[in-house]
């Protein structure tokens, strides 16, 4: 199912042409499909609706709150990660009981301002942290809601950033550490330690790694029954990946067919985080040619989005379809180039090496599957200001973030006493 579709020759999302709004709104912006959003959440919905389950989205994929708001209408929770993010679901409407509170470094700062919001599940992935929350909870008189997020030993098989579940990354208590961390745990005054937490990777494109992790976790509750404590919540994590360019990934029925299948006898309630599979292939980020240039080794379209807009690329070294919004031509042949943006380091590139119909400055293109970090991951380097992030519903838009102005970034510097002087703006010194 696409929501980015041509109608005779022009991009749409969903009924709004695309070149249209790039004349109001100007470019680069994202874009995000109200409808898409709906539908995959639905269809990981449907695929877990055996399950005694919880869908607490991933909001880290995408935090714009108007995202969070029309999923919160389909019952959707959040998985946090950062006070921000808890204020963001809360803001979006989110039941604070539909939160869950994950990250390997919480502050101390954080877990008390979400014990206060009525924010009470947390996965906890240090002993640490498992005091200080004991503490924190203790002094408010509340008791936290906890699940240790363990450690599987289990290789996603994705991309080295993004494995989070082998011993050697920081994440979770190792499973052979984590029998003796659920014993401290319940002897803590401010924790019911109730869960297990895990979540071993992000763009898995194969179910085997999940099914060894989750088959894990089942024995490992087994053995934390014995030793006496009450298992009542599994979290699954998110995980599930999407198709960029032609990778074949598990579907979300087969997904939850093998959940049921491992976990499912456990007779506990379920989380899952999803995040990419429910947003990313909801967006696009549209962006202008700036100019064609020719070299003697390469061809360079160099377009007004850069590294600080989406940097997965250059990060990951991650595959972005990218469209012209004027349809391509069946004759049209391709060319290979190099999509570039205007920031000053060679790893600004959107796609090297990519084969693409005839492009000429001035020309729209769509940057596909760009609804999960995306937008959350951009950053202002080379002062260039945060791009606009816009929902399609229908034939309606809506701008859910504006563009920021240089003067937003200017706004916050200071410059200390020192340097005041006559050529500089009074309202920038500091104590002004
Ligand atoms: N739960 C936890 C504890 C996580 O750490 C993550 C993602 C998720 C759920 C959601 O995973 P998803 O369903 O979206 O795969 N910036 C990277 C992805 C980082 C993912 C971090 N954790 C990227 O652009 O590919």
């Not at 009924?15 to 709906?38: E, H, K, M, R, W």
């Not at 379809?321 to 004759?331: L, P, S, T």
């Amino acid at each position: 199912m696409d929501y980015f579709n041509y109608h005779k020759g022009e991009l749409h999302a969903e009924g709004v042409q695309l070149s249209a709004l790039a004349d109001v709104i100007g470019t680069p912006f994202y874009c995000y499909s109200s409808a898409a959003l709906v539908h995959y959440f639905k269809v990981f919905a449907d695929a877990v609706s055996a399950l005694d389950a919880t869908i607490c989205f991933a909001i880290k994929a995408n935090s714009n709150i108007a995202v969070l708001a029309t999923l919160e209408r389909l019952g959707a929770g959040a998985d946090v990660v950062s006070q921000g993010e808890m204020q963001r679901a809360l803001e979006a409407g989110i039941d604070p009981k539909k939160i869950i509170f994950s990250g390997v470094g919480k502050s101390r700062q954080e877990l008390q301002a979400a014990l206060v919001a009525g924010v009470t599940r947390f996965n906890v992935e240090s002993l640490s942290e498992l005091e200080v929350l004991s503490a924190v909870a203790d002094t408010h008189g509340q008791m936290a809601e906890v699940s240790l997020r363990v450690n599987p030993d289990v290789d996603a098989r994705t991309h080295e950033k993004i494995a989070t579940g082998r011993q050697e990354d920081k994440f979770g208590i190792d499973l052979s550490l984590a029998r003796g961390a659920y014993r401290r745990a319940r002897a803590l005054p401010g924790i019911d330690v109730s869960g297990v937490a895990m979540h071993i990777g992000s763009q898995l494109t194969e179910l085997d790694p999940f099914r060894i992790a989750y088959s894990r976790m089942a024995d490992f509750v087994g053995v934390l029954r014995e030793d006496g404590h009450t298992i009542r919540h599994l979290d699954l994590g998110g995980g599930l990946g999407i198709t960029y360019k032609d990778e074949k990934v598990p579907t979300p029925e087969a997904y939850g067919a093998m959940v049921a299948e491992t976990i499912g006898g456990l007779g506990c309630k379920l989380t899952f985080e999803p995040g990419r599979v429910i947003a990313g292939n909801a967006g696009i980020l549209l962006t202008r040619v700036n100019f064609m240039k020719e070299g003697t080794a390469k061809t360079f379209c160099i377009v007004d989005a850069a590294m600080n807009d989406l940097i997965r690329p250059t990060l990951y070294n991650a595959h972005h379809d990218i469209v012209r919004v004027a349809e391509a031509m069946d004759h049209e042949s391709l060319k290979v180039m190099d999509i570039v943006g205007p920031i000053c380091e060679s790893g600004d590139y959107i796609a090297k090496n990519r084969g693409m119909p005839s492009v000429t400055s001035g020309d729209l293109l769509a940057i596909r599957s760009a609804g999960a970090y995306g937008a959350v991951m951009s950053s202002t380097y080379n002062t260039r200001p945060l791009i606009p992030e816009v929902l399609v519903e229908g034939d309606e838009y809506a701008v859910i973030r504006r563009r920021f102005e240089v003067a937003d970034m200017l706004a916050l510097e200071r410059l200390p006493p020192w340097l005041s002087g006559s050529r500089i703006s009074a309202a920038n010194v500091v104590g002004k």
